[in-house]
């Protein structure tokens, strides 16, 4: 079945510093990665989509990778601040319109 | 701006009530969509639906159904809740997709429902 894996672990980072997220998928290649941000409380906010096709994607200071061979995406935030503290989802696009969500990586920017 | 709004922030009910969460879209979405989060175990589908009377079960449909009886709502209906069923519930929507047009959601902000 469809599996897509977050790392759990919270990841905590130095203002400034880059955060990498790590999104791993199994048993398929899918069209498209989507990256979410969740705040505590709130539901999930979009923020990038990445192709199949696609090496990267960049928005302001964001960035996704998507590498088909590793069957990996990364998600970067550079000069990381502490407003960027939330959990992270990557979710993987299946037929139909739905979407698989990982677990969610919650990240701790500190001052 | 779009909009997905939920007619409960936090609910609290009794084991055996029926319940409902309601959901509304301005963007004139097809696709609707309701989710569960609990801590570990991330966002799971309980149903969606991708036009009006239409519904699919997603991965936990068990103890829950649905109602979509106009574009822009749809419900979600605890028949008779349960403990197990005290989680956050997440209601989306989305545009149909169509050839390689992605499908990025639009979430609403939640209703926490605890049942004692």
């Known amino acids: 079945s469809q599996k897509i894996e977050q790392n759990s672990e919270a990841l905590n980072i130095q203002e400034g510093k880059t955060a990498t997220l790590t999104c791993n998928y199994t048993?398929?290649?899918?069209?498209?990665l989507q990256w979410y941000r969740q705040d505590p409380g709130r539901g999930p906010v979009f923020l990038l989509l990445?192709?199949?096709?696609?090496k990267e994607k960049r928005k302001e200071r964001l960035k996704v990778t998507f590498d088909t061979t590793l069957k990996q995406s990364l998600f970067h935030i550079t000069a990381s601040q502490p407003a960027d503290s939330a959990t992270y989802l990557c979710?993987?696009?299946?037929?139909?319109?739905?979407?698989?969500f990982g677990q969610g990586t919650e990240l701790s920017v500190k001052p | 701006d779009v909009k997905v709004t939920q007619s409960s922030r936090y609910l609290v009910k009794r084991t055996g009530e029926k319940v409902f969460l309601e959901c509304v879209q301005d963007m004139d979405h097809e696709n609707m969509f309701w989710y569960r989060q609990d801590p570990g175990l991330g966002l799971r589908l309980i149903y969606f639906?991708?036009?009006?009377?239409?519904?699919e079960k997603g991965d936990i449909p068990e103890g829950y159904s649905v109602s979509r009886e106009k574009k822009e709502r749809f419900s979600l209906i605890l028949e008779s809740a349960s403990t197990n069923q005290t989680s956050m519930y997440l209601c989306?929507?989305?545009?149909?997709?169509?050839?390689?047009?992605?499908?990025?959601?639009?979430f609403g902000p939640g209703t926490r429902l605890t049942v004692l």
């Open positions: 048993n398929y290649s899918p069209a498209y």
């Open positions: 979710a993987e696009h299946n037929q139909g319109g739905k979407l698989i």
């Open positions: 990445i192709r199949e096709n696609e």
């Open positions: 989306a929507s989305s545009l149909l997709v169509q050839g390689p047009s992605y499908n990025e959601q639009f």
């Open positions: 639906s991708y036009d009006v009377k239409m519904k």
